[in-house]
Structure formats: structure tokens, C-alpha cells
């Protein structure tokens, strides 16, 4: 993997993270599309990839039956969840400094 591929993974991490701290939506809703649409990912792929980085204990019998099929990059995986980590914790550091309308607000855009 390269270094470019590996800052864009991080990026994602990050921009899932924080989207998770702020109104607790990210992995599925960011991740997915990004791996698709942005690294190429099969959608097979991307979904085995996002269920494998939020394993233990969330999705690891649906993450394996991905890793069985070959639908899992455990390295993408690995970085994207340093990075949601990170953006997680950032998310919600901002996320516990707005009101609750304007948090509302933000999490409507983010479904939408």
C-alpha cells in the first residue's frame, strides 16, 4: 500500500470518527461510500473492510463471513480505524459544545 492511499484512509478514519463523535453516525454512512467512490472499492469490499475495522466486538461474525469470501482488507481496515479513533474524539469534544438545535441540525445534514 502507498503512502497517498494510506493518508486517504486515515482521512476517512478521521472524517468517520469525528462524524461519529459529533452525532453518532460515521462508519457505515462514511466509510462505505468513501472506499467506493473514492479508492475503487467493490461494494462487497468496502462493507467487509468497514465491518472488520469496528471489530471486537461489533461486527465480527459479519466481518467474517466477508474475510471468508476474500472481502476484507485488513490493512485499510487497520488505518481507517486509527484514524476514526482519533476523529471520534474529536467529534465529540465539538459535539458537547453545541446546543442540542444546532446538533440537530448538523445530524439531519449528515442522514441526508
Avoid: W
Amino acid at each position: 500500500m502507498n503512502i497517498q492511499t494510506t493518508f486517504i484512509l486515515l482521512l476517512i478514519g478521521i472524517l468517520a470518527g469525528f462524524s461519529s463523535g459529533l452525532v453518532g453516525i460515521g462508519g457505515g454512512v462514511i466509510i462505505v461510500p468513501a472506499l467506493v467512490f473514492i479508492l475503487g472499492y467493490s461494494q462487497h469490499s468496502a462493507q467487509g473492510t468497514t465491518l472488520a475495522l469496528m471489530v471486537p466486538p461489533i461486527g465480527v461474525l459479519a466481518a467474517y463471513h466477508y474475510y471468508q469470501k476474500g472481502y476484507v482488507n485488513l490493512s485499510s481496515a487497520a488505518i481507517i480505524c486509527i484514524g476514526f479513533f482519533l476523529g471520534s474524539y474529536f467529534g465529540a469534544s465539538k459535539a458537547v459544545q453545541f446546543d442540542e438545535g444546532l446538533l440537530k441540525r448538523i445530524f439531519a445534514v449528515m442522514l441526508i
